[in-house]
């Protein structure tokens, strides 16, 4: 073989190499829709951003908007837990379903839990309302109630529990920063909130509005 025809054949042995890599970078390059990519960016937002961004605007309306009175959710509970979780409740990223509720009641001392127990009205036997008033928020309840915030959105288990406790801040900045809890005792208050169902005796609620009345 000349060496004309040499050279030739290694240009044309490094074009082929060269198509040969254009096609696998081509066949492993995912091309993303908008969507796609304006999911990815959620995936990567933190959950302070995440719980700032959706607390007043997503989360507490359809809290709000899901809300059912206490006593109807109670007695339902009382009467078949299954059927009442089916009806009014919420299961998302816990085993336990999740209550948006209404109550209205006259308000407790607020013990050293940080638990203002609330008497309301047409509860079902032996149960009790207790609104959770910090400085701890325990549990992922405004996290889960309003069936939006689901763990595929966040990177990891880690990113998902977390925004949990950034969304109780979100209640403790905007709601829980404007009450004087130590005034409350012996007044009538309405609530709005969820709970994470766990003793059908005793609903910790965390909430996301209160009026104080007289």
């Known amino acids: 073989m000349s060496h004309a025809a040499s050279r030739r054949m290694r240009t044309l042995i490094i074009s082929g190499a060269v198509i040969v890599l ?9 091309v993303q829709t908008t969507a796609e990519a304006n999911k990815a960016k959620q995936h990567a937002a933190t959950p302070a951003n995440f719980a700032k961004k959706h607390y007043s605007a997503d989360i507490v309306p359809a809290i709000e908007k899901r809300a059912v009175p206490l006593p109807k959710v109670s007695k339902a ?13 919420v299961i998302e990223g816990t085993s336990a379903p999740v209550y948006s509720v209404t109550l209205t009641g006259k308000a407790g001392k607020v013990d050293g839990t940080g638990r203002m127990k609330v008497t309301v009205a047409g509860l079902a036997k032996g149960a009790t309302a207790y609104v959770q008033m910090g400085p701890a928020l325990n549990g992922t309840a405004i996290r889960d109630a309003s069936g939006t915030v689901h763990f595929p959105q966040f990177k990891n288990q880690i990113a998902y529990q ?13 709601v829980l ?3 004087d809890a130590k005034k409350l005792a012996g007044k009538t208050v309405t609530v709005t909130g ?3 169902f766990v003793n059908p005796a005793a609903f910790m609620i965390v ?4 009026k104080v009345g007289k």
């Open 22 to 30: 254009l096609v696998a970078m081509g066949f492993g390059t995912k």
């Open 207 to 210: 909430p996301v509005k209160i």
């Open 77 to 89: 509970i009382a009467k078949d837990q299954k059927a009442a979780a089916k009806k009014y409740g």
């Open 177 to 179: 920063a404007k009450v």
């Open 162 to 174: 977390n925004v949990g406790a950034q969304l109780n801040n979100q209640v403790k900045k905007k």
């Open 194 to 196: 969820a709970f994470q």
